[in-house]
């Protein structure tokens, strides 16, 4: 049995609860197998996965995320956009960008330390 998984959560619902139920009453035909069909996200492997769903197809462009499983989010955060952004702003030369993109993580998210009263 096919269920476009994708095709829900573009309507905002979460598919996870309505695939674990076609999980649990494909029980009891032993035969049939589910299918999480037209992913969105790398993320849906492992939903699919966590409820035991026996199938799930994955287009090109979502295998190529598996080699980001376990990537630090800081260096992964500063990996593309921001990087970008800060390149592209100082080859605009219409703004004048100070900080270093190179700036540890922890600096970047830092909130003023409390003084005490």
Request: contains cysteine; hydrophobic residues 45%.
């Amino acid at each position: 049995m096919s269920v476009f998984a994708g095709r829900i959560a573009d309507t905002g619902l979460d598919p996870v609860p309505l695939m674990a139920e076609a999980v649990r009453r494909l029980a009891a035909a032993p035969n049939t197998e589910l299918i999480w069909a037209s992913p969105r996200e790398l993320l849906n492997i492992f939903q699919a996965d966590a409820i035991g769903c026996h199938i799930i197809t994955v287009t090109n462009d979502i295998l190529q995320k598996l080699s980001l499983i376990g990537k630090d989010l800081g260096d992964y955060s500063l990996d593309k956009p921001v990087k970008l952004f800060y390149n592209d702003g100082r080859a605009s030369g219409i703004c004048a960008l100070e900080s270093s993109v190179e700036a540890p993580v922890s600096r970047l998210y830092e909130t003023p330390a409390r003084t005490a009263r």
